[in-house]
Every structure is written in C-alpha cells, then in structure tokens.
C-alpha cells in the first residue's frame, strides 16, 4: 500500500487517540503504519531532502493541523492528547477528517489565514483552497512549487545555450566540469581546444596537478530534435584513441540516439553520455549559469527550548 497522504491520515490519528490521557508520536505511528499495512521499506522512505521519513514527515503535518483546529493539543516532548472538541468530532462520526472539514473551526480559519496572501479567493472563509492542498503537505508543496521552477529554468538554460555560439557552449561546458570539482582546485585545470564543425576534441580537464591524467570532451550544440548518431560516438572514441586517452565526455544540447548510448556503454573506454535535460539539471545543481535569486528558511519549533516547562 502506498503511504497515505497527511490529509488522509487526520482522522485515523484522531481515532488512534480516542481514549482520554497523554499519547506518544511514535507509539501512534507504529500504530497507523500497522492500520495501513506500511511495509519496512514504506515506513523508512525518505522525502527528497533526505531529513526524514515521508511517513513521519505526514504524520507530524495531520498532527500539527489537528491542533490548529483544536481537536489535538500537545502536552510535552513528543506527546498529545485529544480534546473536547476532538471527541465531539469523533462522536458525530465523520468519514473523513481534512482541510475542508477543519474549516468549520474559527482556530483553523485563522491558522489558514495567517499562511495565506492578501490574493485569495472569494467566499466565507477568504481561504484558498486546491487539489494540491487535498493532498501535499506544505513541505511538499514548497518541493513541487521548487521543481515548477526548475523544470521552467531548464527550459530556459537550454534555450540560451542552443542560441549561443559553438565555442560559448564549448566554455560552458568546460566551466560545468571545473563546477562539479573535476580538475581540482587549479584555475587552468580546463582548456577549450577545439574548434567550430571539428570532429576532435572540444575540451581538456586536467585531474591532477600535472596532467598525468585527464578527461577529454566533445561539445556538440544541436536542436533538440537532431539526435547524436552511433557514427558521432564512434568519431568521439576515435580522436579518444589517438590522444590515448581514456576518458571522454561527450555533451548535447540534444538527446543520443540508443545506438549511440549502446556504443558508448560497450566501449573499452569510458565515455559519459550527457543529454540537454541532464545538463540543465547539472548547471542548476552547481550555479553554472544561474545565480541564486532567493532563500527560504523552514523553522520549525526548538522542543530543547521548552523542555523544562
């Protein structure tokens, strides 16, 4: 079973807890990992950041939103309670706990209020509400909203890149390797060698201080729907072979054929295959052509500050 999205698990942690006196988080999460038959490797998968487990991460987000409504509240370090207004919502027998139903709670309303712009929806509650919002905690809403605009960053990056001049691609290609840590800490680790229509190689990085031993590179910028061929792989392995090389780095803008990606896997030598969407993705992740326009900081509450209260 997949794991339950945190809206979906409100009202089995509110059932989970019916019973008067203090609960532990992590008795109750066994609790509803067993109710929804979470395999080990479901329970101990990780969100993207790698910080925490998914299923622990939905279980804190449906706590946290019960509270807000006023039918949990905490008690200590890693303990909860139902309340009054919990028991009540239980006692009318509700098929499913979620945003939309914690909106009939003023401390819930306000709670939403204060997470929203000034750009919502007209109606009662002046609260936006979405199919996202039904499903995604914040955290992942925040990670879906930052891959939206990675993917049109990408979008953008590989634009430029394929209007830009051949030896503008060249140097950026070698700038992304000097980027990613290869050729050490040296400024003259990578050279661009090539030139404009050659066959040969476009680029050198050195991986040590003398060069003893280095990473060759083939830049070809193409349109996304000219795929490299085999014969432009086996062209590359050839100008390897004469630098006696054994190491090569072929990059497009483009995408490689599956032959092309065949021939390259088979070879003695190792030839790295880099395609337009894996080096937009590897330009973002090492700041080579963007620049950070923001920052975010996620807070969240320092239970060591309170534990003597």
Known sequence: MSIPDYQTLMLPLLKAVA?????????????????????QEKRLQLLPSGM????????????????????????????????????QVLSNNPLRVDNDYLL???????FRNRGKTSEVVSGSTGVETSEQD??????????????Q?????????????I??????????????????????????????????????????????????????????????????????????????????ANKGVFVTTSTFSQPARDFAERHPCKIVLIDGEKLTTLMIRFNVGTRIEDTLYIKRIDEDFFINE
Request: no cysteine; glycine share 10%.
């Open 19 to 39: 019973d008067d006196g203090e609960h532990r988080v992590a008795d109750v999460m066994e609790h509803l990992a067993q109710e929804f038959q979470l395999t």
């Open 163 to 244: 209007s830009a001049s051949p030896a503008f691609f060249e140097g950026l290609v070698v700038k992304l390797l000097l980027a990613m840590g290869y050729g050490g800490s040296r400024a003259d680790a990578g050279q661009i060698v090539g030139r404009p229509g050659d066959h040969g190689i476009d680029g050198i990085i050195d991986q040590d201080s003398l060069g003893l031993d280095r990473v060759y590179i083939q830049a070809k910028r193409y349109d996304r729907n000219n795929q490299v061929s085999e014969p432009e792989i086996r062209a590359f392995s050839g100008s390897l072979g004469v630098a006696k």
């Open 149 to 161: 605009i990675d993917a049109a960053l990408a979008k953008d990056i590989l634009d430029r890149t």
């Open 104 to 110: 009939q709670f003023d401390d819930f309303v306000s």
């Open 52 to 87: 925490q487990a998914t299923f622990a991460n939905r279980i804190g987000w449906a706590k946290s939103y019960l509270v807000q409504a006023g039918l949990l509240e905490s008690t200590k370090r890693g303990y909860f309670k139902i309340t009054p207004r919990g028991h």
């Open 134 to 147: 039904k499903t995604q905690t914040p955290d992942e809403l925040i990670r879906t909203t930052v891959k």
